[in-house]
T-cell receptor, first 111, second 115 residues
Framework: RKEVEQDPGPFNVPEGATVAFNCTYS??????FFWYRQDCRKEPKLLMS???SGNEDGRFTAQLNRASQYISLLIRDSKLSDSATYLC????????????FGSGTKLNVKP | GAGVSQSPSNKVTEKGKDVELRCDPI?????LYWYRQSLGQGLEFLIY????????KSGLPSDRFSAERTGGSVSTLTIQRTQQEDSAVYLC?????????????FGPGTRLTVT
């Protein structure tokens, strides 16, 4: 079983739509959670950290559900520029500097 | 300021040859990470450095892979006797001090093709 699993998509949505991605992780004791964004043939860049109480950054909202071991990313009012692959990232407890990346969920926002 | 840089950007090598990949982290960042990304796959953790020390090398795929970091700055990832399955993009990232909540800043990667 993979440490982090994501629906690969692609999610094809029109501009202005709301879209949500989920990511599940296997280690219940993991402590740090992130969403990174990766554009085609580019390096990943941090989109946002995910905190226990949930957090919002403009059109983006991240949630953590420890009981069910998943994190989510909600994007409201999608823009063409949101088209990218979104990577879920979880750290490994006991070796705090080892991070597991999901395979990513691809989002295509269309006019 | 300057971000993470990696060289070469592309490397084509014949099976069985050795290759060396280089990473220059952001100045002042003590933590450095190596990952590899195969086509359509997520990032696979390889190794982490805090300063010049690598506390966990278990992510290296085989004993053909080695990495070092000198002067708390530049790191090199060496692959000996390359195999076709080593073909991937090798990404390096750095963070300020390796804290759990810190952002990792990635370099543009080295695309390795083993023929």
């Amino acid at each position: 079983r993979k440490e982090v699993e994501q629906d690969p998509g692609p999610f094809n949505v029109p501009e202005g739509a709301t879209v949500a991605f989920n990511c599940t992780y296997s280690n219940s004791a993991s402590q740090s959670f992130f969403w990174y964004r990766q554009d085609c043939r580019k390096e990943p860049k941090l989109l946002m950290s995910v905190y226990s109480s949930g957090n919002e950054d403009g059109r983006f909202t991240a949630q953590l559900n420890r009981a069910s071991q998943y994190i989510s990313l909600l994007i409201r009012d999608s823009k063409l520029s949101d088209s990218a692959t979104y990577l879920c990232v979880v750290n490994e407890v006991g070796n705090f500097n080892k991070f597991y990346f999901g395979s990513g969920t691809k989002l295509n926002v269309k006019p | 300021g300057a971000g993470v840089s990696q060289s070469p950007s592309n490397k084509v090598t014949e099976k069985g040859k050795d290759v060396e990949l280089r990473c220059d982290p952001i100045s002042g960042h003590t933590a450095l990470y190596w990952y590899r990304q195969s086509l359509g796959q997520g990032l696979e953790f390889l190794i982490y450095f805090q300063g010049n020390s690598a506390p966990d090398k278990s992510g290296l795929p085989s004993d053909r892979f080695s990495a070092e970091r000198t002067g708390g700055s530049v790191s090199t990832l060496t692959i000996q006797r390359t195999q076709q399955e080593d073909s991937a993009v090798y990404l390096c990232a750095s963070s300020l001090s390796g804290g759990l909540e810190e952002e990792q800043y990635f370099g543009p990667g080295t695309r390795l093709t083993v023929t």
